[in-house]
């Protein structure tokens, strides 16, 4: 396993992020947030997009670990590798040619279905690789001492599996929802004309003839990372105790 230091990389990513929110915050006035925030297009927009993002991340995570649970020690998990090949674009333009005919599931519906069913053709298989060396470092030996320490399923479980799968499927479901909820190419594809999906929704705004209206994606930019940093802060605290207690154990 990879031992190497992550801090470069890290400072990296952060220095990007905070210069893009820094960008955002020169080009915008308090009356831009106001009038944002205001905005019943802006406002629908965030619900169908959170509501897209939440039951692509949840569906996601449910399949991948399942099928990591199932498939990690058989040859057909490299299957499950190909779709990561493939960028979202033309996972899009797959959902196209395959689901357009598709009455229920077609291209310009208002539930969203082909948006949600092509993350999932991308995000399952992410989900299934990002927990797939945890899966394969679960010890049977924790179920066989609950079964002997008379636990119940559901303590033997989570006791056996449970406690050391939720940090990365915490972290796999804060990745997703981040991507999914700024992405451009799939919504901007399959979505429909209204309400826009935000990714879809900030590049009118910023490409469109009116520059009036360039301040307001900024401003939303700026709302969504500030977003986004509070949920990574209340994760990060949530789960922090854990992850040091399940590395004391190990190093024990």
Known sequence: MWRGNAYPAAILMAGMVLYGVWVSIS?????????????????????????VAIVSTVLALIIGVVLAR?????????????????????AAYLAILYLSDVPVIGPHEGNYFSVILTYLYKEIPFVFFYLLPVVRRLDPR????GMMLGLS?????WHARGV?????????????????????????????????????????????????????????????????????????????????????????
């Open 164 to 252: 050391f799968l939720l940090v990365p499927i915490l972290e796999a479901a804060f990745i997703l929802l981040a991507f999914i909820l700024f992405a451009y190419e799939i919504p901007a594809l399959l979505g429909v004309t209204y309400p826009k999906l935000l990714g879809v929704y900030a590049f009118d705004l910023y490409t469109q003839g009116d520059l009036s209206e360039q301040p307001l994606a900024f401003a939303m930019s700026v709302v969504l990372t500030g977003g986004l940093f509070v949920l990574l802060l209340l994760m990060t605290g949530l789960t922090r105790p854990l992850a040091a207690k399940i590395s004391r154990g190990r190093s024990e």
């Open 70 to 90: 199932l498939l990690s020690r058989t040859r057909l998990a490299a299957l499950l590798a190909i779709p990561l090949f493939i960028p979202h674009l033309g």
């Open 153 to 157: 399923p559901v303590r033997r479980f």
């Open 27 to 51: 080009m915008t006035s308090l009356a831009d947030y106001h009038e944002l925030l205001t905005d019943d297009v802006f406002l629908e927009s965030l619900a169908v997009s959170s509501y």
């Open 142 to 145: 924790y179920q066989e001492l």
